[in-house]
């Protein structure tokens, strides 16, 4: 069975840097686009950055970039998010999901049928 795993995340104060990781175990995820999504309590989840099944092409939301890069280790089954410059509004649980709707294509954006990490807090104080 496929599992998403995260790492990282934790306390941080405003200008600093966290890295979040997601491994798959079960099977390989090389073929699907990953993404990191997140979410502040009492609201929808928010998309924050995907990564082509190839690595070559990254999305982002306006808010994150220049400040946040996602990129994937295909051999290691593993996709990361480096943040940088942090904010306290990008305080929240954060998520790497797997698309598995479709392999081999441009990210389709997220689905609550996708495969999902168990999510990290993210905490950037003042």
């Known amino acids: 069975q496929i599992q998403l795993v995260q790492s990282g995340g934790g306390l941080v104060q405003a200008g600093g840097s966290l890295r979040l990781s997601c491994a798959a175990s079960?099977?390989?995820?090389?073929?699907?686009?990953m993404g990191w999504i997140r979410q502040v309590l009492g609201k929808e989840r928010e998309f924050v950055a995907a990564v082509s099944w190839t690595g070559a092409t990254a999305y982002y939301e306006d808010s994150v970039k220049g400040r946040f890069t996602i990129t994937r280790d295909n051999a290691e089954d593993t996709v990361y998010l480096q943040m940088n410059s942090l904010k306290p509004e990008d305080t929240a649980v954060y998520y790497c999901?797997?698309?598995?709707?479709?392999?081999?294509?441009?990210?389709?954006?997220?689905?609550?049928?996708?495969?999902w990490g168990q999510g990290s807090q993210v905490t950037v104080s003042k």
């Open positions: 079960g099977r390989t995820v090389s073929p699907y686009t």
């Open positions: 999901e797997a698309a598995l709707r479709t392999t081999m294509a441009p990210y389709p954006g997220f689905s609550e049928d996708d495969l």
